[in-house]
């Protein structure tokens, strides 16, 4: 930062949680059943389509897109990541957590001894 300059350090606080806890299923590629996804894409697909004008090809290319989606849906299990075997961290401790690492990076920024001391006293 130049001495002098008209520039104005901003801090933000964004003070957000991610929910990590119970992550969502995710599709297990490796076990795709290929032959339910056959099967899947015969029942769905029209085999005889009139495609006669612009509109009908997009309409039919948007409903053999979402057909290939329903197929893999019901062909593919889903996996479960395994939960995780530590205890959460309570919500308090993991604010005290950022409340440490924001003043650590502010004391780096500015050198200010007063924000040494605050992390001093919440690292122990």
């Known amino acids: 930062m130049r001495v002098g300059s008209n520039y104005i350090p901003v801090l933000i606080d964004t003070s957000c949680r991610s929910s990590c ?33 612009e509109k009908a090809i ?15 849906a019901a062909s593919i299990p889903k996996r479960r990541l395994r939960d995780d075997p530590r205890t959460p961290i309570p919500a308090g401790i993991q604010d005290e ?15 200010d001894s007063a924000l040494k001391t605050e992390d001093n006293r919440l690292q122990s």
């Open 97 to 111: 957590i950022r409340l440490k690492n924001r003043l650590r990076r502010q004391r780096q920024f500015t050198s």
């Open 58 to 72: 997009d309409t039919c290319v948007g409903n053999f897109s979402g057909t290939v989606v329903k197929a893999l």
């Open 21 to 53: 806890h119970h992550p969502p299923d995710r599709p297990d590629f490796g076990r795709t059943d290929w032959a339910n996804f056959q099967t899947q894409l015969e029942e769905l697909i029209p085999f005889d389509p009139e495609l006669d004008n």
